[in-house]
């Protein structure tokens, strides 16, 4: 057997997002098997099809194949091609027609599109809001907000703001913890009134640390001591003022932005 | 028969991303079943699962559940609640574990998580390169861009650049066209070395004309003539450099961010 990596291609007739995500998903259970990843989104032709089958036929290993194409026949054409052909939505479209009482759309990219305009424009809107509101810009635009992240600086406010507005459409603006906040027995001036919509994130100060010497190397602002110092004020701001807050430490922005949104009882707009 | 519309489940012992991306997508190939969907997350224990399983019970129409859950013991919890239950991960574990010759871990969270913390820290450095430089800011770090969307105000290139940075770690810069670089032969002279990079977004008018109002309404800005000006100026330079453009008329983010990957011919970083 080959030392190289395991080719795995995403297929699709569309965006490839689908076959993206469930297919780390299913790669993700099998942590031990080295493979390398393609994505090969607008596979939507019969020519198309042909051509990816005769590249992958001619790949040094059998390759597996996640798919999510939506027509018989470019999905026969591609079926031509060695290796393990995984499509990614036969197994369910016969129960839910079932349930459904109707049979599928074969209109192809209906997942990733525009369905809905409006819900469409709020997810937009909610990205540019957390823009124009990144970094304790705009607090005047607070009363919009849906949450307000706090924490101090290198922590992940902005990622997971903007992850939140993108993939549910929450409203997320994010305020800076600095010096002249800590130390005080109230809040920062700027985000007091907004107390029931705060929501604060905390970090390990040893990655804290990393994170800072990353963008500002040999600094105080990246030292030991400035890190802890700032970790343990601003937890102790969180809270004497009940303040939720949540340790991101070894926890991605996808996994933050659920527990923001759980702990927080927002709703996901889409 | 009801009225109201069915009741869809998202459910997952992690942050349910896999469930909700999947499910929505098996629904488009449903457009005309009015569905409410409602995700639960780190449904990670019995106790989770039976409370669950209760609240499903209680509903007045038989749900839908979509469910991503690694533990048997959680999953037949579960599974005791009323509805038509999809689970999306167990179709295509058997065949992948013969094709891999290893059984899947049990390992709650492996997909979402953090798994490569370098991959990831590249990711989020991806988005904080988008944010310094979004519309025009720090354009000496253009040479850092693996692309530099170009285009007239309120087209849509923060959304596609933040969104190529969170989902793919591509490191996406932009720059807006306005008044100045219209009517002159060259390209803007901030953007001209990177001709090899540059990536333009173009819209209907008309469209571009509805963006604008909901911003500044009732300005020149705003207006038709200005809208038709600056899209038709806009569309005269790509075509005169041999810059690539896209037309994000009822496209949708992810349509444009896979777009352009594919056309650019950039490489996904996860």
Do not use: W
């Not at 998903?25 to 607008?42: K, Q």
């Not at 700027?190 to 929501?199: D, G, H, V």
């Not at 040893?206 to 937890?235: D, F, K, N």
């Amino acid at each position: 057997m080959s030392d190289a990596p395991l080719p795995v291609f995403f297929v699709s007739d569309h965006t490839g997002l689908t076959a993206e995500v469930l297919g780390h998903s299913l790669l993700a259970r099998f942590e031990s098997v080295a493979v390398s990843t393609t994505t090969r989104p607008f596979v939507d032709s019969l020519e198309r099809a042909d051509a990816l089958a005769s590249e992958l036929a001619a790949l040094e290993r059998s390759p597996v194949i996640f798919s999510t194409i939506t027509d018989p026949a470019v999905r026969a054409h591609l079926s031509a091609a060695p290796g393990l052909h995984i499509d990614l939505f036969a197994p369910f479209l016969p129960p839910l027609a079932e349930a459904f009482g109707h049979q599928p759309t074969t209109r192809v990219g209906a997942a990733h599109g525009i369905r809905d305009l409006a819900r469409y424009q709020a997810r937009i809107d909610a990205v540019e809001f957390s823009l124009a509101t990144d970094d304790g810009s705009n607090v005047r635009r607070y009363g919009q907000a849906e949450v307000v992240m706090v924490g101090v600086s290198r922590v992940g406010k902005s990622p997971t703001c903007l992850y939140l507005a993108m993939q549910y459409g929450v409203r997320a603006a994010n305020f800076p913890l600095a010096d002249d906040d800590f130390g005080q027995d109230g809040l920062p001036g700027a985000i007091a009134e907004y107390r029931p919509k705060l929501f604060g994130l905390t970090i390990h100060p040893g990655r804290l640390r990393e994170l800072r010497q990353r963008r500002r190397p040999g600094t105080t602002y990246a030292s030991a001591e400035r890190c802890e110092y700032e970790v343990s004020q601003s937890e102790r701001l969180f809270r004497r003022h009940g303040v939720p807050f949540q340790d991101v430490t070894n926890v991605s922005v996808e996994e933050v932005a659920a527990l923001v949104l759980q702990r927080a009882g927002l709703e996901r707009h889409r």
